[in-house]
Nanobody, 127 residues
């Protein structure tokens, strides 16, 4: 089992920044990749970014490329999502998730590829 706890959400004005954290515990060595997703009210869960634990390679959704940065601290078993130039449409609950199988990058864009999920943290961007 892997337990994930997100933190760092909150209310920010448009153009502002937030850094989300996802602390992993339990069988963290079994995690292959960590992803961030978000879900706005009435919408499907949407891929944001992913990082592979061992090599640190990353991938982003097109709309977040250049504004969001995913990183990890292996020693702390923590993944971060730095979000800059935030827009009201970025308002959502943000979730981190762990994938334990070796998967292609395209597969890591899908929520179904992840085995474990955090409880989510709310991000609200005001205009």
């Amino acid at each position: 089992q892997v337990q994930l706890v997100e933190s760092g959400g909150g209310l920010v004005q448009a153009g502002g920044s937030l850094r989300l954290s996802c602390a992993a515990s339990g069988r963290t060595f079994s995690s292959y990749a960590m992803g961030w997703f978000r879900q706005a009210p009435g919408k499907e869960r949407e891929f944001v970014a992913v990082i592979r634990w061992s090599v640190g390679s990353t991938a982003y959704a097109d709309s977040m490329q250049g504004r969001f940065t995913i990183s990890r601290d292996n020693a702390k078993n923590t993944v971060y999502l730095e979000m800059n130039s935030l827009k009201p449409e970025d308002t959502a609950v943000y979730y981190c998730a762990a994938a334990t199988r070796i998967l292609s990058t395209a597969s890591l864009f899908r929520p179904g590829s992840y085995n474990y999920w955090g409880q989510g943290t709310q991000v609200t961007v005001s205009s």
